[in-house]
């Protein structure tokens, strides 16, 4: 391969990781959000509103790109969407329910640790390195959340159920940003996701609109912080990088989670919680050791 061509290949590489690092911390910001504003909310109720704001304001401004889709790539971006949308019902059901958040976002991020198993199925084959990493993040992860006491229960049924479509998502979704552009993609998905919690609470929920000021504000962080702007930041990093390498930086979510809630919850990092904050980070060294190869060999010349 040509010098050139690596260069440009490792710098688009690193600004996917960039933005999926930047989607980390947004979506753990996303669970401290979430769970303040379930104080006042019904679940789906609340995901209904959340994410239908989110798709008519990401359409409003997308509205040229959305007009330029092919009736294929709706159809795709809407398939990714159902997909996300049975995985927002699982997983705020779970955090309505969970006593622990740590342990919630660690069920979660198994969907993200295995998807470069999942992507075997699809014909794609990564680096070793890729594979090397995924026992280390499950380790990491494991140390993160499981030292407090693990029953599986309801909701961790819901968080498991919640992995496997967001693994599933995950994947298509990789697939989908690489052809359609992130902000028409991310509309529809999230206008999606709303439609289909907006049926499931209907169905189970009472609508009623007089929250406190203070549980609205965290409702508009959620659209618009933990939503609009974390799910546009994480399709285009997405749509740069394969599914394999994107989903062990994902793994990061828990890491933040678990440092905002110890700052929010005032919920205290053990020793090992700590060793797991390092076994991740080392995951996703592992995983990108080509890449930082390349960038060690340039810095040193």
């Known amino acids: 391969m040509p ?7 490792s710098s688009t590489h690193l600004k996917a990781d960039l933005l999926l690092l930047a989607a980390t911390v947004v979506a753990a910001a996303g669970w401290i959000f979430s769970r303040e504003a379930l104080a006042g909310f019904p679940p789906l109720m609340f995901m209904a509103l959340r994410f239908t704001g989110a798709g008519l304001l990401l359409s409003v401004i997308g509205r040229t790109g959305l007009r330029r889709l092919t009736a294929q790539q709706w159809r795709q971006s809407a398939y990714v969407g159902v997909l996300f949308g049975i995985a927002m019902v699982f997983w705020i059901m ?14 979660c991020s198994l969907g993200l640790v295995l998807v470069p198993l999942i992507t075997l199925f699809f014909g794609e084959r990564s680096s070793l390195s890729v594979y090397l990493a995924i026992p280390i993040a499950i380790a990491g992860l494991a140390c993160l959340s499981l030292d407090s006491h693990f029953n599986l229960g309801p909701a961790e049924l819901c968080f498991l159920m919640a992995a496997l479509f967001l693994a599933l998502m995950f994947v298509l979704n990789s697939h989908a940003a690489a052809k359609i552009p992130a902000l028409p993609l991310t509309a529809i998905q999230l206008l999606v996701t709303g439609l289909i919690t907006a049926i499931c609470s209907t169905v189970a929920e009472d609508w009623q609109f007089s929250q406190p000021l203070n549980i609205w504000g965290w409702f508009f962080a959620s659209l618009l912080i933990a939503t609009s702007l974390r799910f546009l930041i994480q399709t285009r990093g997405q749509g740069m990088a394969p599914p394999s390498h994107s989903a062990i930086i994902m793994t990061l979510e828990p890491v933040w989670t678990a440092l905002l809630a110890s700052v929010w919850f005032a919920e205290r990092m053990t020793t090992m919680q700590l060793a797991g904050c390092g076994l991740i980070f080392a995951a996703m060294l592992v995983n990108r050791w080509p890449s930082l190869q390349l960038w060690l060999k340039s810095v040193l010349k």
């Open 3 to 9: 010098i050139s061509t690596t260069a440009t290949h």
């Open 94 to 107: 779970g955090l309505k329910m969970t006593q622990h958040i740590g342990v919630g976002a660690f069920l």
